[in-house]
């Protein structure tokens, strides 16, 4: 069964960073194309980032150049860096294959004000 473990979301101000990290555990990480989605409140989730094994990365328009995917297939990891922060970036995030297959983990919550 896979596990998945988000953390590193918190408050933010209106153009700052936050790095997001996922730990996934018991499956073969490595040959699964990773991404972070995520749902801000009212809306439905979305899929912000992806990342291929060999590290080819794509981002959806309201997210590009402005967040960095990343992975660690030696630590199971992947990241998410997000900077230039918008209030409308505010939502839980949440890593998982990019099919979505895998049970969701906790997410966390990043919010974005001043």
């Known amino acids: 069964q896979v596990q998945l473990v988000e953390s590193g979301g918190g408050l933010a101000q209106p153009g700052g960073s936050l790095r997001l990290s996922c730990v996934a555990s018991?499956?073969?990480?490595?040959?699964?194309?990773m991404g972070w989605f995520r749902q801000a409140p009212g809306k439905q989730r979305e899929l912000v980032a992806t990342?291929?094994?060999?590290?080819?990365?794509n981002y959806a328009d309201s997210v590009k150049g402005r967040f960095t995917i990343s992975r660690d297939n030696a630590k199971n990891t992947v990241y998410l860096q997000m900077s230039s922060l918008k209030p409308e970036d505010t939502a839980v995030y949440y890593c998982?294959?990019?099919?979505?297959?895998w049970g969701w983990g906790q997410g966390t919550q990043v919010t974005v004000s001043s």
């Open positions: 998982n294959r990019q099919s979505a297959t």
């Open positions: 990342i291929i094994s060999g590290g080819n990365t």
């Open positions: 018991g499956t073969i990480f490595s040959i699964y194309t």
